[in-house]
């Protein structure tokens, strides 16, 4: 597929001619959904909607990130997700998830992107549903694909003590054995890997090879991203939940548990 479109930045040219690009290798969806072939007349159909009708909010998703998800309630349950976004303001994104990244892919979830400022103003009871994002980006598992490494990164520090919400209605099981060929089910609450050992074996390996990206190396050259890092909710949600030894992503902290020691230093 081609480059994302990132307008809004006048960067980017600029680091375009920087460096070289994050890779952006082809994902095809893991199942075929069952059903007959399109008619001539269905074609035909199509071509006359994509000439006369409007598609402005699908148009607007310009913006391409591949990452990981795990069920919240479920953490063994883990898979690729893919990304197509709109960044609707600087506090704000909406983005449809896929299998992959070819016209084939199959819509499977839905995900919304909002800064630390706007997650302070939300009620206690909806941060349950909102996921961190400062481990995806500091491990480097979140990547722009196509992207000049120095945009994604300068990308990336844009999301850094950002949240998600984000809901599968499909369970096309990359990553895993045996996905749907239909949606069924309700939708799953997906979360964020926030220690390293979370991923299930071969997870990271398989993206990272099929699509010609270094997740080590994109964690190395987002060290300096760690300063900006604040303590966040939800960090430990899942603590505990892993068979596997875990160990702490630096810059990656639970909120609530960053107050309590402090509250115990000054107590001492």
């Known amino acids: 597929m ?11 040219p600029l680091l375009a001619m920087l460096a070289g690009c994050t890779g952006s290798g082809a994902t095809d969806p893991p199942v075929q959904v069952p059903g007959r072939s399109e008619t001539a007349k269905t074609d035909v159909l199509e071509m006359g909607a994509t000439l006369m009708q409007r598609d402005a909010p699908t148009d607007a998703l310009d913006i391409y990130l591949v990452g990981f998800h795990q069920m919240k309630d479920d953490p063994q ?49 909806e941060r349950q549903y909102w996921h961190p994002h400062n481990g995806e980006i500091l491990s480097g598992q979140l990547v722009a694909p196509g992207l000049p490494t120095l945009a994604d990164k300068e990308l990336m520090q844009s999301k850094i003590n950002s949240y998600g919400k984000t809901w599968h209605t499909w369970d096309t099981g990359h990553g895993q054995e045996g996905g ?11 979360w964020s890997f926030n220690r390293f050992g979370e991923a299930a074996p071969g997870l ?9 990206i270094s997740t080590e190396e994109r964690r190395r050259q987002r060290q300096d991203l760690v300063r900006m890092a604040q303590p966040q909710e939800g960090v ?33």
């Open 2 to 12: 081609p480059s994302p479109r990132l307008p809004r930045h006048p960067l980017w």
């Open 77 to 125: 349950h883990q898979f690729e997700a893919h990304h197509f976004c709109q960044q609707v303001n600087e506090d704000f994104a909406q983005c449809a998830l896929y299998d992959g990244n070819t016209a084939e892919a199959n819509l499977n979830g839905i995900d919304y992107i909002t800064s630390e400022r706007l997650f302070e103003t939300l009620p206690q009871g």
């Open 180 to 190: 749907d060929a239909i949606p069924l089910g309700e939708p799953a609450l997906a």
């Open 204 to 212: 990271i390996e398989s993206r990272d090879q099929r699509m010609g």
């Open 236 to 268: 430990d949600a899942l603590k505990g939940a892993f068979q596997a030894p875990t160990q702490p992503i630096p810059g990656v902290v639970d909120k609530t548990a960053s107050s309590q020691t402090q509250a115990e230093e000054a107590n001492r």
